[in-house]
């Protein structure tokens, strides 16, 4: 997922790979797709159901980098916009710290 590999995620996705494992710092590949704005990889990862748990959620991680595309992607797979962080802030808090309004 980080490095835009699709062929490779779809191989492991056919294969059994776990959408919902993270890396030591608490990130899925879903979150991973969508910090290096790997668009493809992030909507087959939504294709597949992941509902893995991220430090933060996919849709702040889209506000903060302004990622219009991949938040529609979000929402259109029934991604909450007023989920909070553990912080208890909403997408729409992240996007305007960031400027991204």
């Known amino acids: 997922a980080q490095e835009n590999h699709l062929e490779v995620v779809k191989f492991l996705l056919d294969n059994g790979a776990s959408q919902s494992l993270a890396t030591e710092d608490g990130f899925t590949p879903l979150a991973v797709a969508l910090q290096q704005g790997h668009d493809q990889v992030v909507s087959l990862l939504l294709e597949n159901d992941t509902k893995g748990k991220v430090r933060l ?15 529609a992607l979000l929402l259109q797979n029934d991604n909450n916009a007023d989920v909070e962080s553990k912080s208890g802030f909403t997408p729409l808090h992240i996007a305007a710290h960031y400027g991204n309004i």
């Open 57 to 71: 959620p996919a849709l702040h991680i889209a506000a903060r980098k302004d990622d219009t595309k991949a938040a």
